[in-house]
């Protein structure tokens, strides 16, 4: 089983759509929890930090499930500019706890 | 933005030639990366320093040398170039347990 698993997409939704994403990580000791965003040809950006509690930063909402081991991104209100690959990504705890693990990304298109 | 600069942004080399690519950065950042991207693959670490001639292998090592002479700045060395090293590569800084500041990427062609 791969470390950190999505789904590739692409994800086709209309403007004002709502869009989820999830992603499912194999190491029970996975310590912190992280969605980027990439635009084509460009470098990752940190788009949030996923918390235990869950968190919320506008329209986009991340979840994270430990006792099933997976995270989730809802984006809500889908705008055109939200056309992206969105990466998951795991740092693990104790030795190497400075490696991120990335995920392949899920690629969102939002249509006009 | 953080201060990340990547050198150069673009390459193209022969196969079996020394390719060295650099990254600099501003942010005094103690942990400093490179990944390379390929389509179906996803980033992969290749090598990362967490301080000045402290470095270590990440999962795709095979091929690749790195050195952290100073804070600023790690270079990623291909010894002799192969064609499955094509790839984009991303340098990333950081500070220990927070998020990654990434370069624009090295578009590196082995031909």
């Known amino acids: 089983r791969k470390e950190v698993e999505q789904d590739p997409g692409p994800f086709n939704v209309p403007e004002g759509a709502t869009v989820a994403f999830n992603c499912t990580y194999s190491?029970?000791?996975?310590?912190?929890f992280f969605w980027y965003r990439q635009d084509c040809r460009k470098e990752p950006k940190l788009l949030m930090s996923?918390?235990?509690s869950g968190n919320e930063d506008g329209r986009f909402t991340a979840q994270l499930n430990r006792a099933s081991q997976y995270i989730s991104l809802l984006i809500r209100d889908s705008k055109l500019s939200d056309s992206a690959t969105y990466l998951c990504?795991?740092?693990?705890?104790?030795?190497?706890?400075?490696?991120?693990?990335f995920g392949k990304g899920t690629k969102l298109s939002v249509i006009p | 933005d953080a201060g990340i600069t990547q050198s150069p942004r673009h390459k193209v080399t022969e196969t079996g030639t020394p390719v060295t690519l650099r990254c600099h950065q501003t942010?005094?950042?103690?942990?400093m990366y490179w990944y390379r991207q390929d389509p179906g693959h996803g980033l992969r670490l290749i090598h990362y320093?967490?301080?000045?001639?402290?470095?270590d292998k990440g999962e795709v090592s095979d091929g690749y040398s790195v050195s952290r002479s100073k804070t600023e700045d790690f270079l990623l060395t291909l010894e002799s170039a192969t064609s499955s090293q094509t790839s984009v590569y991303f340098c990333a800084t950081g500070q220990a347990n927070e998020k990654l500041f990434f370069g624009s990427g090295t578009q590196l062609s082995v031909l």
């Open positions: 942010e005094n950042h103690r942990y």
């Open positions: 990504v795991v740092r693990n705890s104790g030795a190497g706890s400075y490696q991120l693990t």
């Open positions: 996923v918390y235990s």
């Open positions: 320093s967490y301080g000045v001639k402290d470095t």
């Open positions: 190491n029970s000791a996975s310590q912190s």
